[in-house]
């Protein structure tokens, strides 16, 4: 199963729509998860032209009442339990991550991976058995507006990878 991620989109704050390179990256994903801070939900549909879409609601987010968007989405794809949240327990002190203990992570079962944003900073990252993943953002990375990234996430036989995607500059 191929996972399309995308997380920060904050349309039309920051951007008026979409890049468009956003549709050639995801083209034959099963999935499309947005970690958060939508801000419009013509961002959902639009993506939702490309596959199914489920959303974490965003901390400063306007797309509350979608039946796609939810504070925690809990997920079973083949065999690994995913959580897409917008905030992790994961946060960055004295140079580096650290993170909860997973036991803390609430009563929900314990995730193999979790798909979050909020940071606008991409990470992939194995820690107690969790893999870790923000896509980014696509249009505001690092706080700087221009060309961001994206995320894809392959969960085969049990087994997930995740690769972030840069975009490059528009024609």
């Known amino acids: 199963m191929r996972i399309g991620l995308?997380?920060?989109?904050?349309?039309?704050?920051?951007?008026?729509?979409?890049p468009l390179?956003?549709?050639?990256?995801?083209?034959?994903?099963?999935?499309?998860l947005h970690a958060g801070d939508i801000y419009a939900t013509s961002v959902l549909d639009e993506l939702e032209r490309l596959a199914p879409v489920l959303a974490a609601l965003g901390d400063d987010d306007y797309a509350i009442g979608d039946k796609r968007v939810k504070e925690k989405h809990i997920l079973e794809l083949e065999g690994?339990?995913?959580?897409?949240?917008h905030m992790t327990p994961l946060y960055f002190s004295a140079g580096q991550w650290l993170r909860q203990d997973p036991s803390e992570l609430g009563?929900?079962?314990?995730?193999?991976?979790?798909?979050?944003?909020?940071?606008?900073?991409t990470l992939v990252q194995r820690?107690?058995?969790?893999?870790?993943?923000?896509?980014?953002?696509?249009?505001?990375?690092?706080?700087?507006?221009g060309p961001g990234t994206l995320g894809i996430l392959d969960i085969n036989s049990g087994k997930a990878d995740a690769r972030i995607i840069q975009l490059g500059k528009s024609a």
């Open 6 to 18: 995308i997380s920060d989109t904050h349309i039309p704050e920051v951007e008026d729509k979409l």
């Open 21 to 32: 390179q956003v549709r050639q990256v995801f083209q034959g994903v099963d999935l499309i």
């Open 80 to 85: 690994q339990i995913l959580w897409l949240v």
């Open 107 to 121: 009563k929900d079962a314990r995730p193999d991976i979790i798909v979050f944003g909020h940071e606008h900073r």
């Open 127 to 145: 820690s107690n058995g969790i893999l870790y993943v923000n896509s980014g953002s696509p249009t505001l990375l690092n706080y700087q507006r």
